[in-house]
Structures are given as C-alpha cells and as structure tokens.
C-alpha cells in the first residue's frame, strides 16, 4: 500500500528490513527510487501505480546492494539510474556466470524464493557531474558520498523538502561502513554525515531505506546519532545506541556492530583475524 509522506511524494513498505520504496510523482509517469524486495511487494506496486493511471518513467537505485538494485516486469522498461561508481560497481559484481547464485546466498532463507533477480542490477550509471536525475518531475539533486556502498547516493526533492537517504540515517540500523572500498571508512562516513546535514537544512520528511520516515527534528537527530555511534567505533568505545543495546529492533544488529569493531581495530590488537584494509563478504 502507498503511503503519501509529502507531495507527490508516496513511500511503499516491505516487510523484509522495514524497506522504504520512494515514488515521485512527475508530469507523465513516477520516479521509483529502490523499488522494494519480495516479487509480490513489487507486483503490488506495480498494480498500486497502474491503477492511480501513473506509470514508471525511471527508476533509480540509491546503491550497489541487492536491496535496492531489484526490479519487476510489472514496473515496465523505464530508463533505471545510479551513480556511475554505483553502476561500475554492479557490473563489476554480477557481470560473471556465478554472480546471481552469490547474490542468492546473501538473501536470508525465509524469503530467498520470493526476491525476484531477472531484473537485477540492471542501470545505467549517472557520470558524476549529472547533478539532477534525468526525468520529467520535480528536480532530484543526487548526493553521493562514500560511506556504506561505493557509489552512495542520496536524493534530495528540494521542491518537496524531502531526502531519501538510501542506507543512511535509520533509525532500526546502526551505520553499517563501507570497509572494503575505502582506505578510511570511519573518516568517509563522518565526510558523508557532513554533507548530509549541509544539505538537509530545509527538509521536512527523511525517507530511510530502511526504518521509520521522520520529520525536520529528526533529521539532525538521526545524524547526530549515527555521528556518535561512528565516534564509538573510532575511538572503540561501548556504543550507548539502542539500535545495539537490549532494545535492538534486529538481533543480528549487534553482530553487525562486533564485526565493524573487529575490522577496524588496529592490527596490533587483533590476533589473526581480518582487520584494516582486509576484504570481508561483499554486500551486493
Ligand atoms: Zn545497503
């Protein structure tokens, strides 16, 4: 079901990791932006859209995870866009034979027969100086940082005063770093918080992919929050954050958080395991 968050501004929720699909409305058709994770949860919006007479003119994928990189017939053959790296990345990824059994592995069980991988990764990457998304709607400024997926980008609706953050500022999950693309994940990330708080001066609905929309408090809430959780990696402290705490919304989160921990710790304290600079899984 489509849920209005501003004007023309809808969001659609999957079950799987509380994921936002965004929908713009534009003057001939929508702007989907992730488009959800279950075969079923497409269709139902692909049916959502048809009926309000409002087809899919492009689609975007805020990054290289496969999360955010699926697709249903049913959405039709509209032009899909990412940044250029996003783009690189996935053809790096999911150009070999193997690629779609990896990308299954990575799927949790429960629902692995249900996510729909034909149309996966299929976008054309966005060279860097594009500033705006290529459609017929309100203008979509693309903020893209390094910090949890090569290529990151968030979606900036100035008209509508809403940001969609991709994998950014949720309030269900902790930052999860990019830690196999970059020589500095923490110091990239707090750069990437920076931006987003230039940018979100006068935004009045965040749109995560994944957890709770929020409102203009939140917004500097949420950067605040996912600010001090990446000082308590830095500085490996004892993060105070309820994403982790007993309280946490996901029982994996605070592996999650144990692994970032390990990763970066430096060398001289680990004993053997990977550490700085060492890829682990990749997330696609
Ligand atoms: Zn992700």
């Known amino acids: 079901m489509l849920r209005q968050v501003a004007e023309s501004v809808l969001i659609h929720k999957s079950e799987f990791c509380q994921s936002n699909a965004v929908v713009v409305q534009g003057r001939a058709g929508v702007l989907l932006i992730d488009p959800g994770v279950t075969g079923d949860e497409i269709a139902c919006l692909a049916n959502d859209l048809l009926e309000l007479g409002q087809p899919v003119v492009a689609g975007f994928s805020t990054h290289p995870h496969w999360d955010h ?25 999911l150009s070999d034979a193997g690629a779609k059994g990896r990308v299954a592995a990575l799927i949790p069980p429960d629902i692995a027969e249900q996510v729909p991988l034909d149309l996966l990764g299929l976008i054309a990457g ?17 903020i893209e940082h390094q910090a949890h997926a090569p290529g990151h980008a968030a979606l900036l609706i100035e008209e509508r005063r809403v940001l969609v953050a991709g994998d950014m500022l949720s309030d269900v999950l902790i930052p999860m770093l990019d830690l196999n693309d970059t020589a500095d994940p923490i110091e990239d990330y707090l750069a990437a918080l920076r931006l987003l708080e230039d940018a979100a001066g006068d935004v009045d609905v965040l749109v995560p992919g994944h957890g709770s929309t929020g409102g203009a408090d939140q917004v500097h809430a949420r950067i605040d929050q996912d600010r001090a959780y990446v000082h308590t990696l830095r500085d490996v402290g004892a993060p105070g954050d309820p994403r982790v705490g007993p309280s946490a919304t996901y029982d994996w989160v605070p592996g999650v958080h144990a692994r970032q921990l390990q990763h970066l710790a430096p060398r001289s304290e680990r004993d053997g395991t990977p550490g700085r600079n060492e890829r682990t899984a990749e997330r696609i």
């Open 69 to 93: 990189l699926l697709w249903h017939a049913g959405l039709g053959a509209a032009p899909r866009y990412g940044t250029a790296r996003c783009a690189a990345t996935v053809r790096d990824r």
């Open 126 to 142: 966005l060279p860097a100086e594009v500033a705006q998304i290529p459609w017929d709607g309100p203008q979509v400024r693309i």
